[in-house]
């Protein structure tokens, strides 16, 4: 038995750029940086960040509201430019999402920024309900942009430019014991990491209670456990664990495994999303998309995984996989 590596589906449309993805959210944490500096000397010790009704029910320091108005727009900015080089996305809706939420949050956390430099007292802060219609107008006018902006065509030699499927192998012998591993990390989940831990450091400055602060931090911890991910196959067969905790430690033990193939994969059209994903049929996990390990179990559902050099893991399993056929022969 060996290893089937099978193409990629068809191209997916024309993808955006990078830098025309990223830059409108990071050109709005840049504005919004500027702003901050701008009008920092004018802000109460208390600032209004929630409103209900256009009048505030909430309140934090300064820093608070300043570092998440300029968290959030530069995290986008690289999971923007992230999905324009790896997601299927096409370049109009990329764009789309990317300039129409640009938009719509630079102008509110800006508006919320002035209004609070505007007042005497966080209680006095005024905030009316036409900035949201203002928010919405501009988001969808930034949206027809992005079927003007420039695309491009995906790699040669990239998903879809080679429809036969071929075999690999290799070449185990008898008694050879082999291990592959491989870690995935996925920088947008890190900067996430980073921007929570740094929310959760300015909540508990701020006076905030330990509830708010620590369920920052818990979501931090929770994301460990799909920021670096540890993939190994050998001859327990093919498992995945976070890198960092150990545990918990997923797969499929290799007696088990029917078959293996490598596919070009989409987290959102395979797995119904990112992360670890249970769906029907099929059980796995992905951050990006690329080339993927598809186990095809004994109970005929799927075990998916997407990670670099695919195609050497799937070369040992199917060795090994012919390995116990022929002992069993």
């Not at 025309?20 to 901050?36: D, K, M, T």
């Not at 690289?78 to 939420?101: C, D, I, K, Q």
């Not at 008694?175 to 300015?202: D, I, K, M, N, Y």
Request: hydrophobic share 50%; no cysteine.
């Amino acid at each position: 038995m060996s290893a089937m590596t099978s193409a990629a589906p068809p191209g997916h449309g024309r993808r955006g750029y990078p830098l025309l993805a990223a830059g409108p959210p990071f050109l709005a944490a840049v504005v919004i940086a500027a702003v901050s500096a701008a009008v920092w000397s004018r802000l109460p010790e208390r600032v209004a960040t929630r409103l209900s009704g256009g009048e505030p029910d909430g309140f934090a320091h300064p820093a608070v509201l300043v570092g998440v108005a300029i968290a959030v727009p530069a995290i986008w900015a690289g999971v923007s430019a992230w999905l324009a080089r790896t997601a299927t996305f096409s370049a109009r809706a990329l764009y789309a999402a990317s300039l129409s939420s640009t938009v719509a949050l630079g102008y509110l956390f800006t508006a919320l920024l002035l209004a609070n430099a505007a007042a005497d007292r966080a209680a006095d802060v005024r905030f009316p309900l036409w900035h949201l219609a203002v928010a919405a107008g501009g988001a969808l006018l930034a949206a027809a942009l992005g079927p003007v902006l420039p695309s491009r065509e995906p790699a040669p030699g990239g998903p879809g430019s080679d429809t036969s499927p071929r075999t690999s192998t290799l070449g185990l012998r008898p008694g050879e014991r082999v291990v592959w591993q491989r870690t995935v990390h996925s920088w947008p989940l890190t900067g996430l990491q980073a921007a929570l831990v740094v929310s959760a450091v300015f909540t508990a400055v701020s006076g905030s209670g330990p509830g708010a602060w620590g369920a920052l931090l818990a979501t931090a911890v929770l994301l460990s456990l799909m920021t670096r991910v540890r993939v190994s196959a050998g001859a327990t067969g093919l498992f995945i664990r976070p890198a960092l905790l150990g545990v918990p430690r997923l797969g499929v033990p290799l007696e088990r495994i029917r078959s293996v193939e490598v596919r070009h994969t989409s987290p959102l059209k395979d797995l119904g999303g990112w992360g670890y994903r249970i769906s029907a049929g099929r059980r796995g996990f992905a951050v990006r998309s690329g080339e993927a390990l598809w186990v095809r179990q004994t109970n005929d559902t799927w075990f998916v995984v997407v990670v670099d050099d695919a195609h050497t893991a799937a070369a040992l399993l199917g060795d090994l996989l012919a390995q116990r056929a022929g002992r069993k022969g």
